[in-house]
């Protein structure tokens, strides 16, 4: 098989995929990386440094890399952004932010890169994993550090010549089990638990009683109705919200609406805050998010972050389906998901939702 096997995850052109092959059969005639038979690995990293709901869904590789190596140091190279999200998780040693600095194409974010690329050499880690399956992370952030054991399927976006042990991603799955198969299979886990976690403490617990006794907070319902900046084909429109929180206001006026985002969708929420049943939640702690969401009565959501928060948190959730791919990215558990035909997500009527909202209150 040629390039067809870099479009097993991503419907990406011929010519995309023909350059991702060629540039692995280029550089592996120069490049020769032997494999690293497995031996028991003293510091461990994981490098997922992109979405928070990326992050969410692999969780569960800090859990399961714990059970196996138990004395492993285990380090998490994440975005900034999403970083809330395990900063309580036991099975996290070290947590090393880092966000992508091509997107953000600024002078600063690409010293901080070098700096971080210079702090994982001093680590001298003897298991690298790149998560996110990119050919920049792999040649940078694993060749590039000096790392031992280097982990990541190479045919996502290339890199096969820089990974000692490159896996090859078979067949479209759910990402929860892509990212832990990932691991599992390089470092020979043996049975695993594939659901993620969202591991929160006492004082996260505390900071969300004060927040719900301060908003008197008794019975209340949850809204995302932002999705990812550049993917308008996940927003459900604007003026489809707008009339569901004023019919829902009516209908249930002892209910709350609880309307949340990021500082992206300010503006969005300013919007829908028609009256004062209407609380606009912007850039609240990921984790207290977590525990909101699994408080309230149910949450209707986009595609995003928070969406998958809700599901794993187990919350009561709605979710709104544009896009996104059904196999590798839908949520499993307390779910309705609704969608259109033909994964238009403008065409998801606004009775369609409220039917479903009226089963669950």
């Known amino acids: 098989m040629g390039y067809e096997e870099y479009q097993i995850l991503r419907k990406i052109s011929n010519t995309k995929a023909n350059f991702f092959y060629f540039f692995d059969k280029i550089t592996s005639f120069f490049i020769k990386s032997k494999k690293i038979d497995s031996e028991y690995p003293k510091k461990i990293l994981i ?36 970083k809330p999200i395990i900063e309580k998780n036991k099975n996290v040693d070290k947590i090393i932010p880092l966000g992508l600095f091509w997107r953000k194409r600024n002078i600063s974010s690409f010293i901080e890169y070098f700096k971080v690329l210079r702090k994982l050499r001093k680590e001298r880690f003897d298991v690298g994993v790149d998560v996110r399956g990119s050919v920049i992370n792999i040649f940078s952030l694993l060749w590039l550090a000096g790392i031992k054991k280097r982990i990541g399927y190479y045919n996502l976006t290339g890199g096969k010549a820089f990974l000692t042990n490159p896996i090859k991603l078979k067949k479209q799955k759910h990402t929860i089990k892509i990212d832990l198969d990932l691991v599992k299979e390089g470092l020979n886990l043996g049975k695993v638990n ?5 591991i929160t403490d006492k004082e996260d617990e505390k900071a969300v009683s004060r927040f719900i006794k301060e908003k008197d907070l008794k019975n ?49 929420i300013d919007n829908l805050t028609l009256n004062k049943n209407c609380l606009p939640i912007i850039n609240f702690n990921l984790r207290e998010l977590s525990i909101i969401f699994k408080k309230s009565k149910m949450v209707i959501a986009n595609d995003g972050g928070p969406m998958h928060i809700a599901w794993v948190s187990g919350a009561e959730l709605i979710f709104l389906w544009g896009s996104v791919n059904p196999i590798t990215m ?4 307390n779910s309705v998901i609704i969608m259109d035909k033909n994964h238009d997500i403008s065409k998801i009527s606004l009775e369609r939702v409220e039917k479903e909202i009226n089963k669950i209150i």
């Open 220 to 268: 209340f319902i949850c809204i995302v109705p932002g999705a990812k900046t550049r993917a308008k084909d996940r927003k459900w429109p604007e003026e489809n919200f707008t009339e569901l929180v004023k019919n829902f206001s009516k209908k249930y006026p002892n209910y709350k609406i609880l309307l949340i985002g990021g500082s992206e969708d300010k503006t969005l």
């Open 194 to 198: 594939y659901y993620p976690e969202i």
């Open 330 to 333: 839908r949520a499993l558990k």
């Open 47 to 82: 490098i997922r440094n992109d979405h928070i709901g990326d992050l969410v869904l692999c969780t569960q590789i800090f859990r399961e890399l714990k059970k196996t190596y138990p004395e492993a140091e285990i380090t998490a190279l994440v975005s900034p952004l999403a």
